[in-house]
């Protein structure tokens, strides 16, 4: 499986932007899709993830009414729209994709990752 995100940048406090995730190599039905982030200094963080089949989706509570995850099957790509941004939430942004829900918010558990993208939010 390859991921390749893009949509990263630089973005004043309050801003939008929307990251995407373009996946090949395999057939996902089964698989969870999710976005982590890592700041400098700080372990990999679990934003939010989505089943590719049920579209079941799950986020990080500092993200809750501020970004939502989705994905288009007919492309293969799971996007994360990010609204209302603030400085912490400044980082490297990966898609991962792990088979199974099970501690799906767990980055340790993930079995394909992408490069990541960084995202920028200044005050």
């Known amino acids: 499986v390859q991921m390749i995100e893009s949509g990263g940048g630089w973005v004043q406090a309050g801003g939008s932007l929307r990251l995407s995730c373009v996946i090949s190599g395999r057939t996902i039905s089964n698989y969870v899709v999710g976005w982590f982030r890592q700041a400098p200094g700080k372990e990999r963080e679990f934003v939010a993830h989505?089943?590719?089949?049920?579209?079941?989706?799950n986020y990080a509570d500092s993200v809750k009414g501020r970004f939502t995850i989705s994905r288009d099957n007919a492309k293969n790509t799971v996007y994360l729209q990010m609204n209302s941004l603030k400085p912490e939430d400044t980082a490297v942004y990966y898609c991962?994709?792990?088979?199974?829900?099970?501690?799906?918010?767990?980055?340790?558990?993930?079995?394909?990752w992408g490069q990541g993208t960084q995202v920028t939010v200044s005050s």
């Open positions: 989505i089943t590719w089949s049920g579209g079941y989706t």
């Open positions: 991962g994709a792990k088979s199974g829900y099970v501690w799906a918010k767990d980055y340790a558990t993930y079995d394909y």
